[in-house]
């Protein structure tokens, strides 16, 4: 199940998937789209074509699919613990997101206002941090730096909330 991207909509949907383009490669350039361990060797060579295909006109379940598809996971990690069964999900949900809020937080500069942090998909336990997160204006600066900073780490500000958290950005005009 896809998260609900709100800006990724038109009338700013060519403008958001042209901004994540620009985020992903602007990582490539900066060899720093390592998003997980649970990729193949595969899966690493092929996880940046797959993604900037994704952020140009697909969706993050048809990324899911992608990982699924081509094998690109793993079964095990290196400590020898199976992969999880969601892995897929979460690895295409996660990062798809993750340059969904970059090219937000780009936009909300451009525009000179602040991001605003909403739930984009229902979870069964939200997260308290996620929670308090919900529904507060943020300064699209300082996201923007530290998502830049955190790579595919979760980051310092919370958002998005780390692996499975629902939680995103919009515009506040949304």
Not at 23 to 47: F, K, M, N, V
Not at 137 to 163: F, H, N
Request: overall charge negative.
């Amino acid at each position: 199940m896809s998260l609900l991207y709100l800006d990724l909509q038109p009338p700013r949907e060519a403008t958001i998937r042209s901004l994540m383009v620009e985020e992903i490669e602007h990582d490539l350039e900066a060899d720093r789209l390592h998003p997980s361990e649970w990729l193949t060797a595969r899966g690493e060579l092929q996880w940046p074509l797959v993604l900037l295909e994704a952020a140009r006109e697909r969706t993050d379940a048809w990324l899911a699919n992608q990982l699924r598809g081509k094998d690109m996971l793993e079964e095990r990690e290196a400590s020898g613990r199976k992969v999880p069964v969601n892995a897929a999900e979460t690895l295409a949900e996660g990062e798809f997101n993750r340059f969904y809020c970059r090219a937000v937080c780009r936009l909300a500069q451009a525009r000179g206002v602040a991001v605003i942090v909403y739930r984009a998909k229902n979870v069964e336990q939200p997260r308290e941090r996620s929670e308090l997160l919900r529904g507060q204006r943020l300064v699209a600066d300082e996201v923007l730096l530290d998502l830049r900073a955190a790579g595919s780490k979760e980051p310092l500000i919370g958002v998005p909330g780390g692996w499975n958290s629902g939680i995103s950005l919009t515009l506040p005009d949304h």
